[in-house]
């Protein structure tokens, strides 16, 4: 099992800035391949970045690649999410998600994973 925390979410303004943060308890964290999903109201959940367990690997949606940065503290059991260039379009509960894979591989299907966070929201507005 682990349990994880988002934290970092809030009101940003157009072309703003947030990191969103992970905390990881448990298991080993750094076992653990981890994303980010975000989910709006009346859609479906969106996959965001993700990242494999040694954090070489990463992997965007065209959607936030160049504004979005995906990275992992193994030492702090800590995951997180740098973004950038805030749209309004981005605004929507943020997720953490991990799931133990049998090599440092990632993984963008949420079905994959296993464990999720509470959620963070974020809001991009004038």
């Known amino acids: 099992q682990v349990q994880l925390v988002e934290s970092g979410g809030g009101l940003v303004q157009p072309g703003g800035s947030l990191r969103l943060s992970c905390a990881a308890s448990?298991?080993?964290?750094?076992?653990?391949?981890m994303a980010w999903f975000r989910q709006a109201p009346g859609k479906e959940r969106e996959f965001v970045a993700a990242?494999?367990?040694?954090?070489?690997?990463?992997y965007y949606p065209n959607s936030v690649k160049g504004r979005f940065t995906i990275s992992r503290a193994n030492a702090k059991n800590t995951l997180y999410l740098q973004m950038n260039s805030l749209k309004p379009e981005d605004t929507a509960v943020y997720y953490c998600?991990?799931?133990?894979?049998?090599?440092?591989?990632?993984?963008?299907?949420?079905?994959?994973?296993?464990?999720w966070g509470q959620g963070t929201q974020v809001t991009v507005s004038s």
């Open positions: 998600a991990a799931v133990s894979p049998s090599g440092d591989y990632i993984l963008e299907v949420d079905d994959e994973y296993d464990y």
């Open positions: 448990g298991r080993t964290f750094s076992s653990f391949a």
């Open positions: 990242i494999s367990w040694s954090g070489d690997n990463t």
